[in-house]
């Protein structure tokens, strides 16, 4: 069966949307019973850019879609919605199969602040699917409360644990090293990092925290230095492969403060790679993570937060523990083996 999976680009989109559909693409395991392709709809750039692409993609699509038999469509909140919607519209009317697979952190805020109209066309959106995938028990829970489809399924995101296995380090050596990663703004909770860290090295002067990613780093490299703290905190552009590694390896516990999540790809890979979590508790974040194999903060408490940049740094044998039980459960729950054996499931439900 042939598939084409529409989405952000693999090469000209940075985000984990784009790295789950390059996951999806290259997998020995599905590729054995699927045939499937990529379709680039949208890029990172200007508004005009973005416009601009997602007129010509469609284009591009309405010349090929024809020759495939199930459309696994990625969307996230907002304008995604409203493009891939066209997408959809355009493949039930010529009788294929769908799969509409959310992946945007502020998605349920983003439709609750929808006026009716507004709902009404997301609503038929996900009526139109022949399955809708979440990223966690609790978003299906909170997704079919509101457009009350039944057709919602969990499939959790994952990652390959040999790809991450060069990362993991001695805790204890890295003990006062942190990294987050992501868009850096206010979403992701980095202004709120700043300050906990401003709060922390004055107990443990020994502190140091990484942060890469796109987005305000500007703005972010302002802040820092404006509170004299680049002795602490170092910030990057955005980082991948080799160096995104190298960082992880020089760190005990990846950090993200976020007020919005689904199911962040850099939590996973972090607990692959044997690492600590200090995060917030939203999304399915704390379906991922306990008290065993991390510390879950409220967003937009400092304090705690602080407090738990502290904890990690002086409890080693907190950090061993979790460290084991994250790469146990990266390998036997949130492999990206599990996750494409379950979507191999759903592709053929569907195409049934």
């Known amino acids: ?206 502190l140091k925290v990484c942060v890469a990613g796109d987005g305000e780093v500007e703005q972010v490299r302002a802040l820092v230095s404006q509170k004299g703290l680049e002795q602490y905190i170092t910030v990057l552009g955005w980082i991948d492969g080799a160096e995104k590694l190298e960082r992880l390896k020089h760190a005990s516990t990846v950090v993200l403060p976020s007020y919005h999540e689904g199911l962040p790809v850099f939590i996973l890979e972090g607990m692959a790679a044997g690492k600590a979590v200090l995060s917030t508790t939203v999304g399915a974040i704390p379906e991922v993570v306990g008290p065993e194999n991390g510390i879950l903060v409220e967003p937009g408490d400092v304090s705690a937060l602080a407090q738990g940049l502290l904890r990690c740094s002086s409890d080693v044998e907190m950090l061993r523990s979790m460290s084991q039980k994250n790469r146990e459960r990266a390998e036997n729950v949130f492999s990206i083996r599990r996750m494409h054996e379950q979507l191999a499931e759903y592709y053929r439900q569907v195409l049934e």
């Open 1 to 206: 069966m042939k598939v084409l999976m529409i989405g952000p680009s693999e090469t000209r989109s940075k985000g984990g949307m784009a790295a789950v559909i390059r996951g999806i693409r290259c997998s020995a395991r599905l590729s054995r019973e699927f045939q499937i392709d990529s379709f680039p709809s949208y890029i990172d750039g200007s508004l005009m850019v973005r416009f601009l692409y997602s007129g010509y993609g469609y284009l591009r699509f309405l010349l090929c879609y024809k020759k495939y038999d199930l459309f696994h469509i990625h969307t996230a909140e907002k304008g995604s919605t409203f493009r891939k919607n066209l997408y959809l519209k355009r493949v039930k009317r010529a009788g294929k199969k769908a799969i509409i697979h959310i992946h945007g952190a502020e998605y349920l805020t983003f439709y609750d602040n929808l006026n009716a109209r507004g709902k009404n066309i997301v609503d038929r959106f996900f009526g139109r699917a022949d399955l809708v995938l979440t990223l966690s028990e609790s978003w299906k829970r909170e997704l079919e409360s509101r457009v009350h489809v039944d057709t919602c399924r969990t499939l959790n995101n994952g990652v390959d644990p040999s790809e991450l296995c060069t990362a993991v380090s001695d805790v204890e050596e890295y003990r006062n090293s942190f990294l987050m990663l992501g868009r850096l703004g206010e979403r992701k909770g980095v202004y709120d990092l700043i300050e906990a860290v401003e709060t922390a090295v004055r107990s443990n002067p020994d």
